[in-house]
């Protein structure tokens, strides 16, 4: 019984948006899931990096986490539908050129780039969902997409762990597979879809409250 209601609960008038939305909960995972199975060999073995420049790469990976509330000044430019696929793009764009640039500076590029797609797109893909989902069906459906991402994000692991030896993998061709997946669902996504509607008010105003 609890699966007729879910699936009832599914269906439309909403499916393009779960539609785009589970695109986008597919997309995110295989760039970032396997950048970060791989990084700390990656730096290790092909780098050749100390701790002191784990650390930092580490560390600078978390600054754009802090500095998302940039996000509110670019939504004066472009919609939060198309910030997310760009945001995407760009995660996967450094992904994919990690294995390219093996050192400090590169890395650290790459690291940074790669961040800032990241959370931007969890940014404004949390904002849409609340958006677009209704109080009834929101639990579901959120719940659905984080399912996806973290099957995603398994068969990433799954593919690197039993590939790697069998079938040869290096760091170069994981990486860009993974970056070249996520950039061209990114595209279509961005292409495919028209900009949807939504019946909420949006807010433009910051809220400043003592406790949350």
Same mark, same amino acid.
């Given at each position: 019984m609890n699966f007729k209601i879910s699936w009832k609960l &599914?269906?439309?008038?909403?499916n393009r948006h779960i539609f785009f939305l589970v695109l986008l909960s597919v997309a995110m995972p295989i760039s970032y899931a396997t950048w970060?199975? +791989? &990084? =700390? =060999?990656?730096?290790? /073995?092909i780098a050749h990096f100390s701790g002191v420049e784990i650390g930092w790469l580490h560390s600078i990976r978390e600054v754009p986490g802090f500095l998302a509330i940039g996000v509110i000044l670019i939504l004066f430019l472009i919609s939060e539908q198309n910030l997310a696929c760009l945001a995407l793009i760009l995660l996967g764009f450094a992904t994919g050129i990690t294995a390219l640039l093996p050192s400090f500076k590169g890395l650290v590029l790459t690291t940074l780039l790669g961040s800032i797609g990241f959370?931007? $797109? /969890?940014?404004? =893909?949390?904002?849409?969902? %609340?958006?677009? %989902?209704?109080?009834?069906?929101?639990? &579901? &459906?959120m719940g659905l997409l984080i399912s996806v991402g973290s099957f995603v994000s398994l068969a990433a692991y799954l593919v690197i762990v039993f590939g790697w030896?069998? +079938?040869?993998?290096?760091?170069?061709?994981?990486?860009?597979?993974?970056? $070249? %997946?996520t950039v061209i669902i990114s595209i279509i996504v961005l292409i495919g879809f028209k900009k949807f509607k939504t019946s909420k008010k949006k807010k433009t105003q910051f809220i400043v409250r003592k406790r949350y």
């Open positions: &599914i269906s439309c008038p909403f970060s199975a +791989l &990084i =700390n =060999n990656f730096v290790i /073995e959370h931007y $797109f /969890e940014t404004v =893909n949390q904002s849409l969902q %609340l958006q677009w %989902l209704s109080k009834e069906k929101a639990p &579901i &459906i030896k069998p +079938l040869s993998f290096s760091f170069n061709f994981i990486y860009s597979i993974a970056g $070249f %997946l």
